[in-house]
């Protein structure tokens, strides 16, 4: 800045508004110094700028489960619309109740950041309160919560797509895999999705069978068990809604060990539309994961820019029907 | 500043100097200015402290394919090392070569980070100058480069390893899907693991047959069309060599339609161990992803503290053997 301030014949100070663009610098004198700036190649910290300015220009993305599609796909988007505004992404991989809460009780002290996205994953309603009052902004991506603008799909739809689906094709027995956190003890399987299940089972007249419910964490291999579980009843089901894909993938690789069929011995059906579903033929709700990222990106910008946003947006959803369902035989 | 200064009864510059730890500060002044900056609850900009020491404490993270599980995995290691080290990742999601260069092109002016770790793509020679130059270290993950550090797998010896299964089962007529990047045009196969396809086929004395090769984009859709491909020769092959296993759960989905059985009529081996690999009981060679990941992080931290490190890290593949692989019927 010396050297700058030197070669352009100016002070210290009218140098460094010049080059801050600040207001009162007359026009000659900032062309001065700009152009010796350039002479001697000086670089504009960004740091020192946006210090003054009050903004980071950075945005913390929070993730529970970085390497699974899911998140990483969330990544993805989110990622697209914040680097198209110019904005930097600081990633904090938190991988149990423990990490976030470290996360959360750090980050506002360092102020590192003008805004947190969290992917699928909840906030305490402290930690919220916390950071707004530092102003920093909080949106949900991929996860419905209460009390901050959020983009997700609607768990409760989803899931009554799935079994509306086998109860149209006339299954009477249906069985579901619930998908639960393993690093979130105590947090239960999917509430919407699980609540869709017994309302639609409900609204058909159809009872409830405890048995025909089995909860594992979320993933290829607990779905597998899950389905051996299943088979092991007495009377098994003669369809399957299951929370995820992944999971629906795992069941159809014990089905195709123990020799049945699918869909002739068995219907399955997901949630998701992973890269991998049309792969296995698998019939599924599809949920737009990238848009919801990109759609949680403009939500932010918006914030940033000081607009008001009502609660939260919710992208729809849509079967997908491949060749893992059919009418059961039975 | 002014109000931790005027309680503290100093200079602002004592008070700042107190504050990023100064040597030349008395211990009495700096235990009053703290004090006051408690009782203020005045917090120290990371940004502005940092700057003073000439590091940003932050990495940037170049990921060509974000979605994808191989990088993601890499990422997730390589924060997991970054964040323990309390250093914060940038994320930068650079989609083509024209993302690419425009990255490195920005990077250096803006001086964001103390170091790059790109994962699983190249660096021009005159970029990574340009970073040197700056002091910004440079790693590579998931890919072996020529001129920088990296932690990568021997592409070579994994196809090896691959081709060699089938040969050692007895085949004779092995195919190989072998992928591309389509977002780099001109970028060929992957080297390593084509090659290692034509050494092995060449040191078992068997003619080389360009029909048997089929290049396509990485991925699922892709690998199923490769194999409908191959399945159309006049004389298809007996085994399949597959460069990654999403191309080999393609290749599988294919086979399935047609109604082949695997490994009954057809053999198909991949490189990676994918977690869908288990479910697809397919044969591969597995390479430790998320192992690179935190093994790049390491390296990194060891240059960001002044070791010397001499070129990069090879880490080892080996044979998973399940039921998508036998001898030949013919």
């Known amino acids: ?28 004198t900032r062309r001065r110094v700009l152009a010796a700036a350039e002479q001697l190649s000086y670089v504009i910290s960004p740091e020192a700028s ?3 300015g009050g903004t980071t220009g950075r945005v913390a993305v929070v993730v529970p489960h970085l390497s699974r599609w899911f998140f990483a796909t969330l990544l993805d988007g989110l990622e697209s619309v914040l680097r198209e505004a110019d904005l930097d992404v600081l990633l904090y991989h938190v991988g149990d109740a423990d990490d976030r ?12 950041v003008d805004a947190v996205v969290v992917l699928g994953m909840p906030v305490a309603d402290g930690e919220r309160e916390r950071l707004e009052s530092m102003g920093v902004h909080i949106v ?21 797509q799935a079994v509306d689906h086998l109860l149209l094709l006339k299954h009477r027995r249906i ?3 619930a998908a639960v956190d393993p690093t979130e003890p105590g947090w239960p399987a999917n509430p919407g999705r699980s609540r869709a299940y017994h309302e639609a089972l409900a609204a058909a007249g159809l009872p409830a069978d405890p048995g025909l419910v089995v909860t594992v964490p979320w993933g290829g291999l607990s779905g597998a068990d899950a389905m051996a579980r299943l088979l092991s009843l007495r009377e098994p089901p003669t369809a399957v809604y299951a929370h995820s894909d992944e999971v629906a993938f795992g069941a159809i690789h ?4 123990a020799g049945l069929r699918i869909p002739g011995d068995m219907s399955v059906v997901g949630i998701d539309d992973h890269p991998m579903a049309e792969l296995a033929d698998l019939t599924t709700v599809a949920q737009p994961v990238r848009e919801q990222g990109t759609a949680a990106g403009r939500l932010l910008l918006s914030l940033l820019s000081g607009a008001e946003t009502g609660g939260g947006l919710t992208v729809p959803t849509r079967l997908v029907v491949r060749g893992s369902t059919a009418p059961p035989r039975r």
Chains 1, 2 share one sequence.
């Open 1 to 28: 800045m010396a050297d700058v301030a030197r070669r352009a014949g100016v002070s210290m100070a009218t140098a460094s508004r010049a080059l801050s663009n600040h207001p009162h610098v007359a026009a000659e």
């Open 50 to 52: 946006r210090l003054a």
């Open 101 to 112: 809460r470290d996360f959360f009780h750090r980050l506002p002290a360092r102020r590192k």
């Open 140 to 160: 949900a991506a991929g996860g419905q919560v209460e009390n901050y603008p959020y983009v997700s799909i609607d768990d409760g739809e989803a899931g009554r």
């Open 175 to 177: 069985g579901m895999i």
């Open 254 to 257: 014990t089905l195709r060990r």
